[in-house]
């Protein structure tokens, strides 16, 4: 007789959306001339700019000729985009990422929740709290978890972010394997400096743990002195993957396409 | 310190592919003036045709004015093409499949390759042999499977598809929780009759089994006694799921999309 995934079982709701939503209302309500950036929910809202459109109507037609027609691409992406993405998103900001390093995605909600597929079942996770519920969800349904507790699956070790903290969690005393970073955060809009990330470098290294660094909202850093990427700090090759996405630029608003960096 | 999941040690090369490419080569060798229609590897060279180019533009365009921009779209597909599908691929054949049991996706490799997540990790498989790589090995990683021993993984119920069967396996003696079904076959071409796929429905509600019908090669079929959907079949509803494609059909070769049943 077939049978369930019965780790699915064990997902609460999260009620983090609907938090955020009770929040922003309640601000508007008291604040109604403040005006609101909106980081929580995902979707969006502005227009593709013309470069955009004007290459996404220059690529179907390619795809209209049989001399020009593309069939199933490489399977790590299309060089010219990797090659890009290592020039501009890291060369250019003293990281060095090759273009063999880059893995082009239909965006980083898939990836982010694939990832932990890789590795072992048993190991130990580290996840900020608040965060992109994606990262708990897809490893309670993989059984990395126990039962949910007052809003907490048994065996996360969950890192506090809160305004004590300036919602940027310092390094736990206890040991993990697996550490999920979001800076710029979903959902408090929290950065990281070069030495908090750097902590957390050196505590991946003590632990030999992996970082899963997630920087899909890196182009909202104004501050110079922020980190764009993981990969700024000296030794993150050796400990860190790194999610990036077009979808949440002023450039590609909503349409699929990202990349995940495996040194 | 951080493991990776084991059971990807597991995998051996698929040689299916490579094993396809040496017959065709030898064939087309021995006979170069006969045609061979190649159903293996999954590589396209059509254009598409001009319905949907102009629709792809239209939908560029679309996204490039604000006043009529989407966002993400609902989580199941847009009901638009949902209606479409449940009248034209499933009423028109006399199936009772309605709009909200019908999934849109990026491709039914993905589709097909996620669809195990959702069952436990220790129910019997069926999968046919040859058959499409990617039903073993999300399998083999998701470690239902033991050890690969003479090309074959221990632990799956393997379906003989050989030209003693014509290459449509008959229901085993032993019981299975999951089975895998391709018709028409990839790489063989196999189709399978209404009996045959009757005998599968009757094997599955016996055995309180879930049969998964990988229909993407479907507007392939020739023979009009050839069920197109496994939900031709009465009683099919209660066992199976179904994956197509629009990717295998001469509108939109290589383009990601597709869909899967779940009633």
């Not at 049978?3 to 009770?22: H, W």
């Not at 502005?46 to 996404?56: I, N, R």
């Not at 305004?163 to 979903?186: G, I, K, R």
């Amino acid at each position: 007789m077939i049978r369930i995934n019965e780790n699915y079982t064990k997902l609460a709701a999260s009620y983090l959306f609907a938090d955020i939503a009770r929040r922003v209302n309640a601000y508007t309500a008291a604040h109604p001339d403040r005006p609101v950036i909106r980081l929580g929910i995902g979707d969006v809202t502005e227009p593709l700019p013309a470069a955009c459109v004007e290459a996404l109507h220059a690529a179907t037609d390619e795809m209209a000729q049989r001399a020009t027609f593309k069939g199933y691409g490489p399977e790590q992406g299309y060089a010219f985009l990797r090659e890009l993405v290592a020039q501009r998103d890291y060369a250019d900001r003293g990281c060095a990422i090759g273009p063999d390093e880059v893995f082009v995605s239909d965006g980083s909600k898939c990836d982010s929740g694939n990832i932990q597929e890789i590795f072992a079942t048993d190991i130990r996770l580290a996840i900020p709290d608040p965060v992109y519920p994606v990262y708990v969800d897809t490893n309670v349904m993989a059984g990395r978890t126990g039962a949910c507790v007052d809003g907490r699956y048994e065996g996360i070790l969950y890192l506090e972010s809160t305004a004590a903290n300036s919602y940027v969690p310092a390094v736990p005393q206890a040991p993990a394997d697996l550490v999920y970073l979001c800076f710029p955060n979903n959902p408090t809009g929290a950065v990281a400096t070069r030495q908090q990330l750097a902590a957390w470098v050196d505590y991946a290294k003590r632990n030999r743990a992996v970082l899963l660094f997630d920087s899909a909202y890196e182009s909202y850093i104004r501050d110079p002195a922020i980190p764009h990427s993981i990969y700024e700090i000296e030794g993150a090759r050796d400990v860190a993957i790194e999610f990036r996405s077009f979808s949440k630029t002023a450039g590609f608003t909503g349409t699929r396409c990202a990349y995940t960096v495996v040194p």
